[in-house]
């Protein structure tokens, strides 16, 4: 299995997230796309956080029909920092071979990421551009080290037969739409849009 790992807050899940992850899965020829939905976000303030069931079911709403599986795993497994969790799922899935995306807000302060090395040798990297943030990302500290290990995206197919570290940069159609603006016109969006928090659901039957 081909597996893109995509993680967020998903405060709340919308079409740009489904967007780029349709068109992530098409340039990397993906089985899937995991959605890990962050119990916390280290790097993020706790005020105007939705609980994570609402997140979560935001996220499976916007999923469906599509090969994009959304999860807790990171709630279940008790890892906060992505590092770890992508640690955990080596150790989990021997078989599955896996893909980091982000966009290119991410990689712009990715250097703040707990041990970012280390999850630059764990799995390849694939960033996605995002209108605003594409100067500052070519331009950010962890770039000056990541940039040797680029990898043309006309190979990004190929991406299961790279060594680590490895970066390629994927740019689609621009998708303006913001969490950020969802919740400034909504701050109760998990409470006024029919949001059902349900026990939260496995990824997979272990």
């Known amino acids: 299995m081909r597996i893109g790992l995509l993680g967020g807050s998903f405060n709340p899940a919308h079409a740009g997230h489904r967007g780029i992850s349709l068109a992530a899965i098409d340039a990397l020829g993906l089985d899937e796309m995991w959605w890990l939905v962050s119990p916390g976000n280290p790097l993020k303030p706790a005020a105007g956080m939705a609980p994570l069931a609402a997140r979560l079911a935001s996220a499976r ?9 959304p999860s807790d795993l990171e709630a279940r497994l008790g890892t906060r920092y992505t590092v770890d969790t992508l640690a955990a799922l080596v150790r989990r899935y021997p078989r599955h071979r896996f893909i980091w995306v982000m966009g290119a807000d991410n990689l712009q302060q990715f250097d703040r990421w707990r041990a970012w090395r280390q ?4 799995v390849p990297i694939a960033v996605i551009a995002r209108p605003g943030y594409d100067g500052a990302a070519r331009a950010a500290p962890a770039m000056g ?3 040797r290990f680029q990898r043309p995206a006309r190979q990004a197919k190929t991406w299961t037969m790279w060594s680590v570290p490895a970066l390629v940069l994927l740019r689609f159609r621009p998708d303006p739409t913001s969490a950020t603006q969802i919740r400034a016109a909504d701050p109760g969006w998990h409470l006024r849009r029919g949001v059902t928090i349900s026990p939260l659901r496995s990824l997979t039957q272990e």
């Open 61 to 69: 709403r916007m999923a469906r029909a599509a090969r994009i599986r």
């Open 119 to 122: 999850i630059a040798r764990t």
């Open 145 to 147: 080290w990541l940039r």
